[in-house]
């Protein structure tokens, strides 16, 4: 961790309650639908096909990285087709942005990745340190996560609320960790709907932030019952912080939807042309973690790395250069294909390899490391789709994917 980043992470336990202040109704509230929803409805069974893309956590590497990945796969015709976005913490960024058509054109070109790689700390530390807000969070019931919010409202959101999200966009279904169990938390309509704070009216950056809310450094967001109120002597229904803890890479949300959806009819027989999860994975390596003792959270990170990506197909031994598998659901015939896009597929001989995989996991890049995993981004999919002419895995409408763009690049 570096200097301004300890500077921060001290503001950051300085100041505030234990937990973010979320208003919330004693009455019961009616949500409309929103696109945040788990559904495998009729408009995501039209094309016979299923893709999903996962983000993983990360910061603003993963932020950068998952944005140059969705802009890769914009330009070979693959992002318009996805049905589902699950994102995590950093990941949480470029996929609610894309979700509420925070671009207007059609090549991410008027400044989208800049946007990923902003230097958020350095906004937060200025509003930290400003007087009037230091006085605001001492003698009212303001907190730190509010101030964090606000600037990503400020700098990506601009206020918008789940019933903002584009319909002609991926559904998008952020991951938190509920604290109170321990168990995934997904930010969706049927996770909201005995909740008193409506998602249709949930803004987008807090649920950005509540992915993103590491422990210990940030307030858990406490989202309370329809009979409940906000009061500190109430006990919220969920307390609501990062996803990493459960999921880092936020593959097991998408794959939970398949077997839910396999309970009726054979994924198969839903998807008839194919089922495919793809997973942008912005996992660093670890300073000395070949010799050096590794810290708790490391370590828990590390595990459930491995057991997500074991049971998308991918041994441990190969979960570093491995970029497609394949995993049964539910046991059944019904197969998925997933692709594996990670920075740590470069190997660390490589200089790209070696920088963007000891990028560190802050809130703002230099130029330069957002350039590194700009390239990476390119680098990888180029890849993967000399691995599908070569290998034809995958289902057929990935195989001719791989094999058009090999042959127009």
């Known amino acids: 961790m570096n200097a301004s980043s300890a500077i921060l992470m001290l503001l950051l336990l300085g100041l505030g309650g234990c937990v973010s202040a979320t208003p919330s109704p004693s009455a019961p509230v009616v949500s409309s639908p929103t696109h945040a929803n788990q559904a495998l409805d009729h408009e995501t069974l039209r094309d016979g096909r299923f893709i999903g893309l996962a983000i993983s956590g990360g910061g603003s590497r993963a932020a950068v990285f998952g944005g140059a990945i969705l802009r890769e796969l914009h330009r070979l015709g693959l992002l318009q087709q996805v049905d ?15 979700a509420l058509d925070g671009y207007r054109d059609i090549d991410f070109s008027n400044g989208f ?12 530390r200025g509003r930290f340190l400003s007087p009037g807000n230091l006085l605001t969070y001492w003698f009212t019931d303001a907190t730190k996560s509010d101030t964090v919010v606000q600037v990503l409202d400020e700098q990506l959101f601009h206020n918008a ?16 960790t509920d604290a109170l169990t321990g168990e995934p938390f997904v930010i969706s309509d049927e996770s909201f709907a005995g909740l008193a704070s409506p998602l249709s009216s949930f803004g987008v950056a807090r649920a950005v932030y509540m992915s993103a809310a590491y422990p210990g450094v ?22 609501a912080y990062d996803g990493g803890p459960v999921d880092n890479l936020g593959v097991k949300t998408l794959v939970n939807l398949l077997r839910n959806a396999d309970q009726g009819a054979p994924i ?11 997973s942008v994975d912005a996992t660093p390596r670890i300073a000395g973690e070949q010799d050096q003792p590794l810290s708790a959270s490391t370590v828990l990170l590390k595990s459930q790395r491995r057991e997500v990506l074991e049971g998308v197909g991918i041994a441990a031994a190969q979960q570093d250069r491995a970029m497609f598998s394949t995993f049964t659901v539910n046991g059944s015939q019904s197969v998925c294909t997933f692709w594996h896009l990670a920075l740590r597929q470069l190997p660390d ?6 920088k963007v995989t000891r990028i560190k996991t802050n809130l703002g890049l230099e130029q330069a490391d957002q350039e590194a995993l700009i390239r990476a981004a390119r680098q990888l999919v180029a890849q993967s789709l000399r691995t599908l002419q070569d290998e034809g895995a995958g289902p057929v409408f ?8 090999v042959t127009n690049r």
């Open 349 to 354: 001989t490589d200089p790209l390899g070696a």
């Open 113 to 124: 990745l800049e946007r990923m790689g902003h230097d958020f700390q350095r906004d937060m």
């Open 161 to 176: 609320t789940f019933a903002d999200l584009n319909p002609d966009r991926p559904k998008l279904l952020l991951n938190a």
């Open 268 to 278: 198969t027989a839903k998807f008839p042309e194919g089922c495919l999860i793809i």
């Open 218 to 239: 940030f307030n858990p967001v406490p989202l309370y019952g329809n009979a409940s109120s906000s009061s500190s002597t109430i006990r919220p229904t969920v307390l």
């Open 84 to 98: 589902m976005l699950s994102a995590v913490s950093g990941g949480a960024l470029p996929a609610a942005y894309y």
């Open 398 to 405: 990935l195989r001719n994917l791989g094999s058009g763009i």
